[in-house]
């Protein structure tokens, strides 16, 4: 049985814990396409935890295609995502991309601390697991409606010296940690795909769970090859439609392919 602990002193959900826990396994391939995972009495009673906590972390998994359950059978690791590779796109910020549709953009702070990272945030930023990060929240408000979150995540040991002598409190730092890093960025690797809302997303961007959302992911990388910053927009599915014209020649700046990159809000 798969070794599944919970922190009951964890800031983190329970639940989510759970579905961290089983999502890395499956993506890690500890849990292999067409494998049953554990029922939601096993879980409960391995973890400590209701069924009704169980069932709201395979849920998250099931939304995000992971995983697919089976009437009367069970719940079973699902055929991985198709991929595709070695192609080239232009990826803009969700910001530009809201300037060049001429719309107003604002962002709120929901939280800015620092946190022993995730395990996939561990990875993603080649950290011993545990080691602490700096984690920013934000609210993307266009026109006064929410359109998407942002979570940014740094190594503590590369942030804490361009922090102001203030810290964290009442600061919106990504701006601020964007112009003494930019220097250092010299490259990244980027993930777009589909994913459904779950109870986060529901929740501050004010949508019903299960309604789809576009998972934009970067890791920046330093002149050493060094991942920096990690960096995961959930942007709303139902009020946004994005239109890019690809050109051939890839050396033209983001400021002379503007032109080419239409979008709506619906």
Not at 15 to 28: F, T
Not at 95 to 104: A, D, F, N, V, Y
Not at 141 to 168: F, I, K, N, Q, S
Request: with cysteine.
């Amino acid at each position: 049985m798969l070794d599944i602990r919970i922190d009951p002193n964890s800031p983190v959900p329970m639940y989510h814990q759970i579905y961290d826990q089983l999502r890395e396994a499956i993506l890690r391939g500890v849990l292999q396409p067409g494998e049953r995972l554990p029922t939601e009495q096993e879980l409960s009673q391995q973890c400590g935890v209701s069924r009704m906590t169980v069932r709201a972390a395979l849920t998250q998994l099931t939304q995000e295609g992971l995983v697919e359950r089976r009437q009367g059978r069970g719940t079973f690791v699902a055929q991985p995502k198709a991929a595709l590779r070695h192609i080239s796109l232009f990826f803009v910020h969700f910001t530009q991309l809201i300037e060049i549709m001429g719309r107003q953009s604002r962002t709120q702070v929901v939280e800015q601390s620092f946190i022993s990272a995730p395990k996939e945030i561990a990875q993603a930023l080649q950290l011993p697991p545990g080691e602490e990060v700096l984690h920013i929240l934000r609210l993307w408000y266009t026109e006064d409606h929410p359109m998407a979150l942002e979570h940014c995540y740094y190594p503590r040991g590369r942030v804490a010296p361009l922090l102001p002598p203030g810290g964290l409190d009442n600061m919106d730092l990504v701006q601020r940690l964007d112009q003494n890093l930019r220097v250092r960025r010299i490259g990244s690797e980027d993930m777009l795909e589909l994913s459904i809302a779950g109870p986060e997303e529901s929740s501050l961007l004010n949508i019903p769970q299960g309604i789809p959302v576009i998972k934009y992911s970067r890791i920046t990388f330093d002149e050493q090859i060094q991942p920096f910053e990690f960096v995961r927009i959930l942007v709303r599915g139902d009020r946004f439609r994005a239109k890019v014209r690809r050109m051939r020649d890839a050396q033209y700046p983001i400021a002379q392919i503007a032109s080419h990159v239409e979008g709506t809000m619906v």
